[in-house]
């Protein structure tokens, strides 16, 4: 028989997945939208093809920045510290993008979002790994990209 408090830690450890796989809900969500509001940021800022083309993509420059950088500064200061600066970086991102007054303000705004979303898609599965249990962890790892895909 199985001890209460192995459940108990359990729950605990499915309670942290869940929280650092938001990372990866972010990630797909912000994938998915900016293709619907393409056509209303190219009405309000009047966009030509190749300036359609960066803002739908500036999430990504900051993505590779995010990525390239998490590793070294998740070993220096911890994984949750980091991803807890992502989750920063999410909501300046998301205030950023929802009220630009200048496409420069909405890029810059997605690059930030971007530099979150690199450092979670690699931080998430990794602490996530680190915190469940043998027993679990496969299952717990997925679901990260689970939540990339229900994004």
């Known amino acids: 028989m199985v001890p209460d408090d192995v459940h108990e ?7 942290l997945a ?3 796989a938001l990372g990866g809900l972010l990630f797909g969500y912000d994938t998915g939208v ?6 209303f940021l190219t009405e309000r800022f009047e966009l030509s093809a190749a300036m359609k083309g960066w803002a739908a993509s ?4 900051g993505c590779i920045v995010g990525a390239a950088c998490a590793g070294s500064l998740s070993d220096r200061f911890g994984r ?3 991803l807890v600066v992502t ?17 420069t303000e909405l890029v810059i705004a997605r690059i930030i979002g971007g530099v979150g979303v690199g450092a979670a898609s690699m931080l998430s599965p990794l602490y996530i790994s680190e915190v469940a249990p043998a027993r679990i962890r496969g299952r717990l ?3 990260n990209q689970l939540t990339i895909v229900l994004g």
Not at 87 to 103: K, M, N, W
């Open 141 to 143: 790892v997925s679901l």
């Open 9 to 15: 830690d359990t729950r605990y450890v499915y309670l």
């Open 87 to 103: 989750a920063v970086l999410f909501s300046i991102s998301a205030v950023g993008s929802a009220l630009p007054r200048s496409l």
């Open 34 to 39: 900016i293709g619907g509001c393409i056509g």
């Open 58 to 61: 500036a999430a990504l420059v």
């Open 80 to 82: 949750r510290n980091v």
């Open 18 to 20: 869940v929280v650092a």
